[in-house]
């Protein structure tokens, strides 16, 4: 997605090289994304990519260039030993002075809009935190930063949001320094620290022996809340999500549904793991298996939604008669000529004002139930009267409790 830019050096010493990648917006806030010991690899180039689909203009500066310019190493044996070695060859006050220096070079581009904020990974999380003590950027995050603690003198003169991921197994930056680096911040309201339980250094990296993916998103996540809070874009992400489904479930049309989505989306339906990864896949799916394969009579009726800064939780009812096959819900089952009723649940992740991937879940024993397919008796699961309670709280609670009736005469608390 991206080009390289030069950038001048505060020294006066020369230029160096920095990543640069633009969202599809016509402008937006500013992002540094700083690089770990490996130099600006393909790794830290997806970063920014990623970002930049987020709606920010990004750089990533070449930290690496007084020692060599273009360093871009990958993770074998012999690539991370000449990443050590960088590493301990590596000037962290210089780093933060080409740091500040890209920070300007931001601010200066037309196409920057709003603040400046940077994440760092590494040895950019350490940088991540120095950059916040030492310059004008406008909020912080950093991802398990190896020898923050060195630098806790540091931490009163933090006077914007700085968000700290952290694993709890991290073997570059064990317990003591964790703890250490929390105390010097004791009194600094700026700073939220999340650690992440049984994680280990770089667990945000795919490509790490230690990748995690859940750990990931939780950070990523509020990472994205953070810069949402100070530096924006904000986008409407509750018309996004009206859109895409007025386009899936109104219009019926699979192009617009998918220029709603990121260009690398997923949908995941939990129940049947229906859905499709990737663009080419997903077209596919919504062409011949979702969108021209609801009922005519589909009904969306919604009860609740709450919003995230990257993300969406829709409560619905999904309402239907089962007067065609419904490849993604009851794949392979004949039409029944049933009515059907069930409560909905869809949790919508962004990136910028794109649908990045959707994870739909519902109940599928009560969609049996309600088409005749599953025999409730003796069984603890309902039909239609999921769907009738959730509308109306006071129709009876524990009805498929046998045991219900035993505790009316026993004493409570």
């Given at each position: 997605?991206?080009?390289?830019?030069?950038?001048?050096?505060?020294?006066?010493?020369?230029?160096?090289?920095?990543?640069?990648?633009?969202?599809?917006?016509?402008?937006?806030?500013?992002?540094?994304?700083?690089?770990?010991?490996?130099?600006?690899?393909?790794?830290?180039?997806?970063?920014?990519?990623?970002?930049?689909?987020?709606?920010?203009?990004?750089?990533?500066?070449?930290?690496?260039?007084?020692?060599?310019?273009?360093?871009?190493?990958?993770?074998?044996?012999?690539?991370?030993?000449?990443?050590?070695?960088?590493?301990?060859?590596?000037?962290?006050?210089?780093?933060?002075?080409?740091?500040?220096?890209?920070?300007?070079?931001?601010?200066?581009?037309?196409?920057?809009?709003?603040?400046?904020?940077?994440?760092?990974?590494?040895?950019?999380?350490?940088?991540?935190?120095?950059?916040?003590?030492?310059?004008?950027?406008?909020?912080?995050?950093?991802?398990?930063?190896?020898?923050?603690e060195a630098h806790g003198d540091e931490?009163?003169?933090?006077?914007?949001?700085?968000?700290?991921?952290?694993?709890?197994?991290?073997?570059?930056?064990?317990?003591?320094?964790?703890?250490?680096?929390?105390?010097?911040?004791?009194?600094?309201?700026?700073?939220?620290?999340?650690?992440?339980?049984?994680?280990?250094?770089?667990?945000?990296?795919?490509?790490?022996?230690?990748?995690?993916?859940?750990?990931?998103?939780?950070?990523?996540?509020?990472?994205?809340?953070?810069?949402?809070?100070t530096i924006g874009p904000v986008f409407?992400?509750?018309?996004?999500?009206?859109?895409?489904?007025?386009?899936?479930?109104?219009?019926?049309?699979?192009?617009?549904?998918?220029?709603?989505?990121?260009?690398?989306?997923?949908?995941?339906?939990?129940?049947?793991?229906?859905?499709?990864?990737?663009?080419?896949?997903?077209?596919?799916?919504?062409?011949?298996?979702?969108?021209?394969?609801?009922?005519?009579?589909?009904?969306?009726?919604?009860?609740?939604?709450?919003?995230?800064?990257?993300?969406?939780?829709?409560?619905?009812?999904?309402?239907?008669?089962?007067?065609?096959?419904?490849?993604?819900?009851?794949?392979?089952?004949?039409?029944?000529?049933?009515?059907?009723?069930?409560?909905?649940?869809?949790?919508?992740?962004?990136?910028?004002?794109?649908?990045?991937?959707?994870?739909?879940?519902?109940?599928?024993?009560?969609?049996?139930?309600?088409?005749?397919a599953l025999d409730p008796t003796g069984?603890?699961?309902?039909?239609?009267?999921?769907?009738?309670?959730?509308?109306?709280?006071?129709?009876?609670?524990?009805?498929?409790?046998?045991?219900?009736?035993?505790?009316?005469?026993?004493?409570?608390?």
């Amino acid at each position: 997605m991206g080009e390289y830019v030069s950038i001048t050096a505060p020294d006066g010493t020369g230029t160096f090289s920095a990543y640069l990648a633009k969202p599809a917006q016509a402008s937006g806030p500013g992002m540094v994304v700083i690089q770990e010991i490996f130099g600006v690899n393909e790794y830290v180039r997806r970063t920014a990519d990623r970002f930049a689909e987020a709606g920010y203009v990004v750089l990533a500066p070449d930290l690496f260039w007084r020692i060599k310019p273009g360093i871009d190493l990958g993770y074998s044996p012999a690539e991370w030993q000449r990443a050590f070695e960088l590493f301990q060859t590596f000037d962290a006050d210089q780093g933060i002075e080409d740091i500040a220096a890209t920070i300007a070079a931001l601010r200066a581009r037309e196409d920057q809009a709003g603040g400046v904020g940077c994440v760092g990974y590494c040895l950019g999380g350490k940088l991540a935190f120095l950059t916040a003590a030492r310059t004008d950027v406008d909020g912080a995050v950093s991802y398990y930063g190896v020898g923050m603690e060195a630098h806790g003198d540091e931490a009163k003169n933090v006077s914007v949001p700085i968000v700290f991921h952290m694993g709890e197994l991290d073997s570059y930056a064990p317990a003591e320094s964790r703890d250490a680096l929390i105390a010097a911040f004791a009194d600094n309201p700026h700073a939220t620290f999340h650690v992440y339980p049984g994680q280990d250094h770089a667990f945000a990296r795919e490509e790490g022996e230690h990748y995690d993916k859940a750990s990931t998103l939780m950070a990523y996540g509020r990472t994205m809340e953070l810069f949402h809070n100070t530096i924006g874009p904000v986008f409407d992400l509750s018309k996004l999500w009206d859109d895409h489904c007025y386009f899936e479930f109104g219009t019926r049309s699979v192009p617009d549904t998918m220029a709603t989505m990121v260009t690398e989306p997923y949908v995941n339906h939990i129940p049947t793991m229906t859905g499709g990864v990737g663009a080419n896949q997903l077209s596919r799916f919504y062409q011949w298996h979702f969108v021209n394969a609801n009922p005519e009579d589909t009904k969306l009726i919604p009860i609740s939604r709450t919003i995230g800064s990257t993300s969406l939780v829709d409560e619905m009812l999904f309402c239907f008669t089962h007067t065609s096959e419904i490849d993604w819900m009851l794949p392979g089952v004949a039409p029944t000529e049933k009515y059907v009723e069930i409560p909905l649940v869809a949790i919508v992740n962004f990136r910028g004002d794109k649908l990045f991937n959707e994870h739909i879940y519902w109940d599928q024993a009560s969609v049996l139930v309600q088409i005749g397919a599953l025999d409730p008796t003796g069984l603890p699961v309902a039909g239609i009267e999921t769907a009738k309670k959730l509308v109306d709280e006071t129709l009876p609670s524990n009805t498929l409790m046998k045991a219900w009736a035993t505790s009316e005469a026993k004493p409570v608390g």
